[in-house]
Every structure is written in C-alpha cells, then in structure tokens.
C-alpha cells in the first residue's frame, strides 16, 4: 500500500515545484526557479521558528534562536561563494519582499515509496503590512428614490480598500493532475495541514486568516472583469499585471481609483462573476466555509473572486488541534479514531500524515507503518488534529491504513482550476494574491 507523507520542501525540490508551478500561473508559486529556491530557504527559516516554539520558547526567543542560525549560515555561505555575505540571492520586491519578512511555511506531499512529490501547499504567516497593503474591492449597495417618479433604483459599487494588519493567507495550493479524484482526498490533506500547523505553532501566525477565491476565468485564461474594469485604469492584459504583482504592487495603489465605482455601468457578463467561484472552485469554498470562512463582501481586483476570512482561533481544525505524548504501536483493530499526525524535531524538519489512531488518558497510539512513515518512536510529542475519514466513514471501516493508502485511480478526472493556462492541471483550497 502506498503512504503519502507531508513535510517541508526542500532545495532538492525545486525541478519538481517549478513543473508544478508551470502547470498554472499563481503569484505565490511562480515559475522561477530563483524564486522557489529563495521561498523554501525562508520556508525552512520559518519551519525552525516553529520547532523554536514546540520546544517551549516564546515568539520572541524563538525569533532570537533563528535568526543567529541564518546569520551563521549567511556568513557561511559568503566565505565559500568568495565575497561579501551575498550567499543567498534576496528578491527585495512584491510577493517575495512580502515572504520575506513574514515567515512562510512550503509544505510538499510525497509518495514514501517513490519519493517523488506530487503537490505543495503554503502559507504566509503575515500578508503584507504598514506600506505593503493587501488590496481588495469592498461591495456595498446604495440606494435612489425619486419622489416625482415614484420609484428607485439599488446599484452595487466597489471601492478600494488597502489592509495593512498583516493577515495570515493561505495559497500555492497545487496537486498532480492524475491524483486528483484520488479516493483518499490528496487535495484535502494538503489544505488541512495549513491550519494543523496554525493550531500547533499559533504565535507564528495572525488572528486572521485570509483566502482568495478564484472567479470564473474564461478558456482563454482571461478575466471579465478585468477586462471590463481593472484594464480601463491599467493598461495590461490580465496575464501582464498579475505577473508584475511578483515584482511591485504599487502600480494598483497608485493607479486604480479610490472612488466608489457603479459596477452597473459594466455589461452584465462583467457583473455575473463579480463575488463569483468558478465550477471547480464551489468544493474549496464549501470546505472553507464548513471550516469557519465567511464572504464579507471583498472582492479580488483582478478577477472579482470573493476573499474569505476567517478568525484564527475560530477555525475548527485550529481549535481542535493538540500536542500529546506518543505511545507503544497500536493494531488496526485498536484504532478507532482518523487524523492528522505529525513531528517536528529541533532542525524544524516537520513530517505529518493521515492516519488511523486511538487516544486514552494523553496519550495518543498509531500503527507501525504510520510511525515508520513519519519516523517516530514511542516518547515523542507529536501533533493530532481529529478529522473525518477519508471515504467519510469510520477509519475502522477502511481497515485502517496509514496516511493515504493505495494508488491514485486511472484516469483521474481533471479540469480547469484557478489561472490554469491548460485544462486539468491543479486544484487549490483558496490562496494569496488571487490564487483559490
């Protein structure tokens, strides 16, 4: 049986993420293998800040303990390229300005047999901030009455709205084609560990968090809306701008308007997607819903997707996640219960899986595939985050295998998702900078 395990990326990674990243066009995965190497450095930067925290340090202690490492590490690396401590390369603009000064955490699924990686998830612990404001369209309706005529009219208007709080985004959501439709829910696993590892490491992350749906986006991979509206006050095709957001978002601050704007005068194909998913973004949104977002009337200035949000503490998965003590291996027959499990060590390496388990007096017990998988032994504390089962039923039911068992079906349906330039390419639970 086939174990899939979650961990951190790493640089070996970076051919599999940048033919992943080709497959769509997101901002938070870019196809630039500068920049994904610069995203898993910062991702394994983050990642010991949080093993920082499961050892007891605070937020401030833990920032202290990383950042001598980097420094080391940056020194290291200068002597041995020859020159002045420029080890690592530093994109100091858009997105990846934003990523570097919050942390980010790059997490990868991969086949255990194979080890191969077949899909990545993040999530950026504090989106922006003062002077690198998120930017979104706030919906608000007006009314007019005229007494002479006797009757009235409603109109929708946006207007811009720049957040500097810092939210928590979740994004860079991307499966392999052929594992989606996989009856053990890939997808899910890669979405759910984001907020497993919010409830474990909770200092490292906002009190809000914040997803960007994606709208309906037409064969050609162009936006409606933004044709009709973004366009008229930015002269770049959808595809240009949303490119030249890795880079700079100034140009949206400084060029779109901050008047209220009637949404009534676009044509009505331009209004139909306004707040609007896609068909193959209806199950993301559902399941970020279920899980606490809420829609309050924020759109996407490029495509008119709606931005969920949530509070941190208010996420069901969030809550419900815990820290215990890891016993002797259990059998199948014992394991009554089905979650996320995972492990971090001193290092920040970070594994996770599905799997059967069964709790009694804190102490949680799971099977020896499950441990081997995830390279555990009795004594270690380990994360758990109860969550149903895959095929929706008891994990008894199922036999009880570890992780996500077996291999994904032929002929694995596909389809378009969000900013796909090909069909069947990727699917994604809600993302930063668009991505959903």
Same mark, same amino acid.
């Given at each position: 049986?086939?174990?899939?395990?979650?961990?951190?990326?790493?640089?070996?990674? $970076?051919?599999?993420?940048?033919?992943?990243?080709?497959?769509?066009?997101?901002?938070?995965?870019?196809?630039?293998?500068?920049?994904?190497?610069?995203?898993?450095?910062?991702?394994?930067?983050?990642?010991?800040?949080?093993?920082?925290?499961?050892?007891?340090?605070?937020?401030?202690?833990?920032?202290?303990?990383?950042?001598?490492?980097?420094?080391?590490?940056?020194?290291?690396?200068?002597?041995?390229?020859?020159? =002045?401590?420029?080890?690592?390369?530093?994109? !100091?603009?858009?997105?990846?300005?934003?990523?570097?000064?919050?942390?980010?955490?790059?997490? $990868?699924?991969?086949?255990?047999?194979?080890?191969?990686?077949?899909?990545?998830?993040?999530?950026?612990?504090?989106?922006?901030?003062?002077?690198?404001?998120?930017?979104?369209?706030?919906?608000?309706?007006?009314?007019?009455?005229?007494?002479?005529?006797?009757?009235?009219?409603?109109?929708?208007?946006?207007?811009?709205?720049?957040?500097?709080?810092?939210?928590?985004?979740?994004?860079?959501?991307?499966?392999?084609?052929?594992?989606? =439709?996989?009856?053990?829910?890939?997808?899910?696993?890669?979405?759910?560990?984001?907020?497993?590892?919010?409830?474990?490491?909770?200092?490292?992350?906002?009190?809000?968090?914040?997803?960007?749906?994606?709208?309906?986006?037409?064969?050609?991979?162009?936006?409606?809306?933004? !044709?009709?509206?973004?366009?008229?006050?930015?002269?770049?095709?959808?595809? !240009?701008?949303?490119?030249?957001?890795?880079?700079?978002?100034?140009?949206?601050?400084?060029?779109?308007?901050?008047?209220?704007?009637?949404?009534?005068?676009?044509?009505?194909?331009?209004?139909?997607?306004?707040?609007?998913?896609?068909?193959?973004?209806?199950?993301?949104?559902?399941?970020?819903?279920?899980?606490?977002?809420?829609?309050?009337?924020?759109?996407?200035?490029?495509?008119?997707?709606?931005?969920?949000?949530?509070?941190?503490?208010?996420?069901?998965?969030?809550?419900?996640?815990?820290?215990?003590?890891?016993?002797?291996?259990?059998?199948?027959?014992?394991?009554?219960?089905?979650?996320?499990?995972? $492990?971090?060590?001193?290092? =920040?390496?970070?594994?996770?899986?599905?799997?059967?388990?069964?709790?009694?007096?804190?102490?949680?017990?799971?099977?020896?595939?499950?441990?081997?998988?995830?390279?555990?032994?009795?004594?270690?504390? $380990?994360?758990?985050?109860?969550?149903?089962?895959?095929?929706?039923?008891?994990?008894?039911?199922?036999?009880?295998?570890?992780?996500?068992?077996?291999?994904?079906?032929?002929?694995?349906?596909?389809?378009?998702?969000?900013?796909?330039?090909?069909?069947?390419?990727?699917?994604?639970?809600?993302?930063?900078?668009?991505?959903?």
């Amino acid at each position: 049986m086939t174990v899939f395990v979650m961990r951190r990326a790493r640089i070996e990674d $970076v051919p599999t993420l940048l033919k992943l990243a080709r497959m769509v066009h997101f901002i938070n995965l870019p196809a630039d293998k500068d920049i994904i190497s610069d995203k898993i450095q910062r991702s394994r930067e983050s990642f010991g800040r949080a093993a920082a925290i499961a050892g007891g340090q605070s937020l401030a202690e833990s920032k202290r303990t990383t950042e001598s490492s980097e420094q080391r590490a940056e020194s290291a690396n200068g002597k041995r390229s020859g020159g =002045g401590g420029a080890g690592r390369r530093s994109v !100091e603009t858009g997105i990846a300005a934003v990523t570097s000064r919050s942390d980010l955490f790059m997490f $990868v699924l991969e086949d255990v047999d194979s080890g191969g990686v077949l899909g990545t998830s993040q999530i950026i612990a504090h989106m922006g901030g003062p002077g690198a404001p998120n930017v979104s369209l706030h919906l608000s309706t007006k009314e007019m009455f005229s007494t002479s005529l006797q009757f009235g009219t409603k109109h929708v208007v946006a207007k811009l709205v720049l957040d500097e709080s810092g939210p928590t985004e979740i994004g860079g959501l991307i499966l392999q084609p052929s594992y989606r =439709g996989h009856k053990l829910k890939l997808g899910r696993f890669l979405s759910l560990v984001r907020f497993h590892a919010m409830g474990l490491y909770r200092p490292l992350f906002s009190d809000r968090v914040l997803a960007e749906m994606m709208a309906p986006i037409t064969l050609d991979g162009r936006s409606t809306l933004w !044709e009709y509206l973004g366009r008229r006050f930015i002269n770049l095709s959808y595809t !240009e701008a949303d490119r030249f957001c890795q880079y700079s978002k100034e140009f949206m601050t400084s060029l779109l308007p901050r008047e209220e704007i009637y949404l009534t005068l676009l044509p009505p194909e331009a209004r139909a997607v306004v707040g609007q998913v896609g068909p193959e973004t209806v199950p993301a949104r559902r399941m970020l819903e279920k899980l606490g977002f809420a829609y309050l009337d924020k759109i996407d200035p490029f495509d008119g997707g709606p931005h969920l949000e949530a509070k941190t503490d208010e996420i069901t998965i969030v809550r419900n996640t815990r820290t215990l003590e890891l016993g002797e291996a259990a059998s199948a027959a014992a394991c009554d219960g089905h979650g996320i499990v995972s $492990v971090i060590d001193a290092d =920040g390496e970070f594994r996770s899986l599905e799997t059967a388990y069964c709790e009694e007096r804190g102490v949680v017990r799971v099977m020896k595939q499950a441990m081997k998988a995830i390279r555990i032994e009795p004594g270690a504390r $380990v994360g758990l985050t109860p969550i149903a089962a895959p095929n929706g039923g008891s994990q008894k039911r199922t036999r009880g295998g570890a992780s996500v068992n077996g291999k994904a079906p032929k002929g694995a349906r596909g389809g378009k998702t969000k900013r796909s330039r090909k069909a069947a390419t990727a699917t994604d639970i809600g993302g930063a900078g668009g991505e959903a």
